[in-house]
């Protein structure tokens, strides 16, 4: 029998600043878990993604083992080979297009792998065994490691330097935590041959909950992995402490009793899962959890027309804005870095997603190839948003008719550090299909002298930041998410098009002036202007090649705010992320850029992403789009912000325009 190991992914986060959890020998199988298999527990309650039923369901367990074996067998594995990404190779469009129920399902896998301080990739042919292709990459420092973070967030503990300063300064050692930090790249001058993370120490005394709210100031130390040693350790003068515990469970924070209001589906649920597709009123797509990108919706199609090919965040950037030696590492490619799929945290009911929620599992390679199984990390479920979806009371003849707004909600929440972000794909009765991102958890801090803003030390310490709480600042910082969104509206060949809302003025009319829709055609890839002339627009991709009954040519608007990076673009943190300094681009589809920072954003030099896919100037009229949005908010951090964040929501919306001659929630029955 092949057997999965069980771990709770929310669990993961208690031992590691990101994966603050216990997973103490990875790989290993305790007694609790060692006789539980896939086969046996099933990888939810409905049966979606027990096996392979699509040719694009994530790798099985049982696949995840046999390329193991075959990489084993063609002597590319040993007892030190670990694996960063074990992810599906994708058939392409037009095989996944053309694919039947029944058809013969070829099955491959993509591997980025470690051996020692070598990095290879390998293309691993599932279905008849064989090893394709096995190369060495140069320069590159993968997405960490579990066992990574873990050995690093120990080291500390070797230097007497670290050890003796926290001892003079009063704390007892085992308090101490240690959260290992990516460090970024700045230059020339950066040892990109070594493995490197930044020690953030925190004094975990008394603390239940809330592992931020004691930050140890003035002593930072960085790690080399390959090495497995402290090569740098940083001691400033001790400024600023805070002792004080902000856990934020109901005891701690004297909660309040409100009655419950519950969501439910009382005559059962209007999805389904048929053929490895999700089904919904006139939805239907399919859905996976990758590793690296987490949730990703594909095939999504609407009343028989398709919509988008696939959709998933790809990269996420998050800079923060202190220049302290601390701190301006601190620009964290939590995607390309860590890893949505594999910060995946355990749903809640009740509290994560209502009660009529369906939870499934996914299967995710550890750190040695074998396959976890992560319990209720995928929420599936209907809400009434309590809003008309439609409706008109008339005056005249006393009428009424109205519609309640259904809508589907697919959910995962990675939790990445400090942060926890609820990554929603909504479906509307009305078309639309929404991504919502809500951000909440905490604020990082740092400890300061200043207790409130009449301290003499107070404008010096909020410079980068606010005033959370007593000796505490919140430090100001971006979120950038770049979300790929491969559409392919009623079909694949499509363009882009930009509407512009042009004042227009009539000669000759006691009404001067009013606004047209001018649409400017986009010919070659690149970055989108939002504004021509500096007047309102939104972006459009359209199918010129058909039309509604209306003769109007189909297409889906992209509708959407979002801040936008104000860093430097020669700034290296900038660089690494070129793509958050606009908020839509768009390529042509080619199934190898995946990766708007790169492949290997971990210490890059933001040599390689979007700008030098750019830089080809290749067409996009009339052809196979990508569209990158970039969805994002600046956080001037507040005290409301703490001890915990509330949620704050940002959403992009693909809109049907000119796709139907009517309103297609128009024929919803009461």
Known sequence: MN??????????LITTALLVGCLDNQGAQDSETADKSISSAGADSTGYGNSVEHPLDALTQGELTEVIAILADNDRHDDSTRFPEVSLKEPTKAFVYAWQVGDAIPRAAKVVGRQGSVTFEAVVDISNRTLIDWQQVEDVQSALLLEEWMAAGELWKTSKVITDELERRGYSLDDIFAAPLTTGYFGAGEARDKRLMKLWLLDTKDVHYNLFAKPIKGISATVDINQQKIINVIIDEDVGRNEIIYDYDAASTQA???KKVTIQS???DNFSFEDGLIKWDKWQFH????KRFGAMVSLAAFDGQSVAYQISANEMFVPYMSPEEEWKYRSFMDIGEYGFGLLSSALE??????????????????DNGTPALYENVIGVFERNTGRPMWRHSEMV???HEGRAEVELVVRTIPVVGNYD???DYVFSAKGLLKIEVGATGMDAVKAAKSRNMADATALEDTKVGSLVAPNLVGVNHDHFISFRIDMDVAGINNSLVTDEITPVRYPNNSRLSGWEVVEH???VEGAMRRSHHGHAASWRVVNKNVTNKLGQHKSYQILGHSHLSNLDSEDFPQKRAAWSAEQLWVTPHNPEELYPSGKYPNQSDGSEGILQWVAQQRSVDNTDLVMWYTMGFHHVTLPEDWPILATMWHTVTLRPAFSYERNPAVDIAR
């Open 3 to 12: 057997h999965v190991n069980k771990l709770a992914p929310t669990a993961l």
């Open 421 to 423: 972000y609820i990554v």
């Open 266 to 268: 009382n005559q059962g």
């Open 397 to 399: 003849n006393g009428t």
């Open 349 to 366: 009911m009740g509290t994560d997603v209502p009660g009529n929620a369906t939870l499934l599992n996914a299967v995710i390679p550890t």
């Open 256 to 258: 309040r009793t409100m």
């Open 287 to 290: 859905f996976r959890l990758d």
């Open 521 to 523: 055609p986009t010919r």
